[in-house]
């Protein structure tokens, strides 16, 4: 009964909050973060807006991660929303020009982690 009451309920908490959040970590391949920044900055954030993907912040960290990794965060209306402007993100003829043109002097990430996040309550972001 959990099983099948589970979908409506992570659903019900994403209308009640209003959206949910996608944190996003790129860990590229060594000296490729520039080229990775350049690509975001250039293309991919407009690319992400035409498809309903809403940018809210872009960092690197202060660690030794510094020079190979981008984190950001995307607000987005539901899972199933996300799910749906991603595909349509990834099959975009400008998103796979783009991609190709930005790795023609070698790949650029070398690792993607993904974890969706519902604000709490008393979180500034809902």
């Not at 959206?19 to 973060?33: D, F, K, S, V």
Request: hydrophobic share 40%.
């Amino acid at each position: 009964m959990i099983r099948k009451l589970l979908p409506l309920l992570l659903m019900m908490s994403a209308m009640a909050f209003g959206r949910i959040y996608e944190l996003r970590t790129y860990t590229c391949e060594p000296g490729r973060l520039e080229a990775l920044k350049a690509r975001f900055r250039d293309h991919t954030v407009r690319i992400f807006n035409k498809h309903g993907m809403e940018s809210v912040g872009y960092w690197v960290p202060q660690d030794e991660r510094s020079s190979n990794t981008l984190i950001y965060i995307l607000a987005h209306p539901s899972r199933e929303a996300a799910d749906k402007n991603w595909k349509e993100f990834q099959d975009d003829p400008e998103w796979k020009k783009v991609a190709a043109e930005s790795e023609k002097d070698g790949k650029i990430v070398q690792k993607v982690d993904r974890v969706w996040l519902d604000p709490t309550e008393f979180s500034k972001l809902k």
